[in-house]
């Protein structure tokens, strides 16, 4: 399954009060990334990028531990948001998140 921005973005939380006009103007700002299954998208401590919406396919969180082993945090799906936090406190990705 796949979307196209406006139905994403018409699925996530924060963004459903907001008007058609707006939504539509924040989808145009927006830009794609294609990336290959097991690409990592963000790193733990990165700075943030901005809102990142799963138009396809699947993004998993994860944190590593000091052993190196993964911890699965969540994984978002088509219309799934990931990493919303340091949009709203201005810090860096808590989390890693890589392509189902």
């Not at 990336?35 to 993004?59: D, K, M, P, Q, Y």
């Amino acid at each position: 399954m796949s979307m196209n921005r406006l139905e994403a973005l018409g699925r996530v939380l924060f963004l459903k009060g907001l008007s058609d006009a707006l939504i539509t103007e924040i989808a145009a700002s927006g830009e794609e990334k294609r990336l290959s299954r097991g690409e990592l998208l963000f790193a733990e401590n990165e700075r943030c990028i901005g809102l990142l919406v799963v138009l396809a396919g699947g993004v998993k969180l994860y944190k590593l531990d000091n052993r190196g082993r993964e911890l699965t945090l969540g994984m978002e799906g088509p219309g799934g948001s990931v990493a919303e936090l340091p949009l709203f406190d201005g810090g860096n990705y808590p989390s890693r998140g890589s392509v189902l």
